[in-house]
């Protein structure tokens, strides 16, 4: 059973740049939930896709945006980078949205802005 | 507005001893809770859970209580080892939502040898 990866695993971007981190699925799981972890902090979440919409949204800005493919991998799209988006992003595969099916969580993409 | 709060940033138990982590939370709505266990450069790892229409749930050492008047969850691991040392994170859902997660803000374990 391949659990979720993240690529890349580390970034540096500038101020204003756009990112696009990357997440795989475990397999069998068909709902990508994405989260930034600042320092300090618990996971805050951003938003969720199952079946390749988007299923719920945090309290993020528009340009926090994401995308889910047929294979269930999902994109977290980040426009306008602020110094404040550096955290660690984490990504998370559960087996359905419609159910308290537990998180599993990938390793992370640790975002620097500067 | 914190929903779920993790009041103790750290804690430090002797091995072999009982570790103690608490949880609360504010939204009445909630009703599904999970603790997850994060050592560094990984992703949480999902420990154990417990929905609202019980009180206790057990899996080998570790056991989640839930006092629902108070909204209250607790972890317990007895007996604790130095592999437990890491951060707990505690995360609540409420049915009625879109099964998103609220997370706590974490406790640091350190387990002594």
């Known amino acids: 059973e391949t659990g979720v990866t993240q690529s890349p695993t580390h970034l540096i971007k500038t101020r204003g740049q756009q990112v696009t981190l990357r997440c795989s699925s475990q397999s069998g799981h068909n709902t990508v939930s994405w989260y930034q972890q600042a320092l300090g902090q618990g996971p805050q979440f951003i938003f969720q896709?199952?079946?390749?919409?988007?299923?719920g949204r945090g309290n993020f800005p528009p340009r926090f945006s994401g995308l889910q493919f047929p294979n269930y991998s999902s994109e977290l799209n980040v426009n306008a980078l602020e110094l404040d988006d550096s955290a660690l992003y984490l990504c998370a595969s559960s087996l359905s949205a419609g159910d308290n099916s537990p998180l599993h969580f990938g390793n992370g993409t640790r975002l620097t802005v500067t | 507005d914190q929903q779920v709060k993790q009041n103790s940033p750290s804690l430090s138990v002797q091995e072999g001893r009982i570790s103690i982590l608490n949880c609360d939370y504010t939204?009445?709505?909630?009703?599904?809770f999970l603790w997850y266990k994060k050592y560094p450069a990984e992703g949480p790892t999902f420990l154990i859970s417990?929905?609202?229409?019980?009180d206790k749930n057990e899996d080998g050492r570790f056991t989640v209580f839930l006092n629902k008047s108070a909204k209250h969850l607790s972890l317990h691991i007895v007996p604790s080892q130095p592999g437990d040392s890491a951060v707990y994170f505690c995360a609540a859902s409420a049915k009625s939502g879109t099964y998103k997660y609220i997370f706590g803000t974490g406790t640091r374990l350190k387990v002594l040898a």
């Open positions: 896709y199952y079946r390749e919409e988007e299923n």
């Open positions: 417990i929905s609202s229409i019980k």
């Open positions: 939204n009445s709505m909630f009703d599904y």
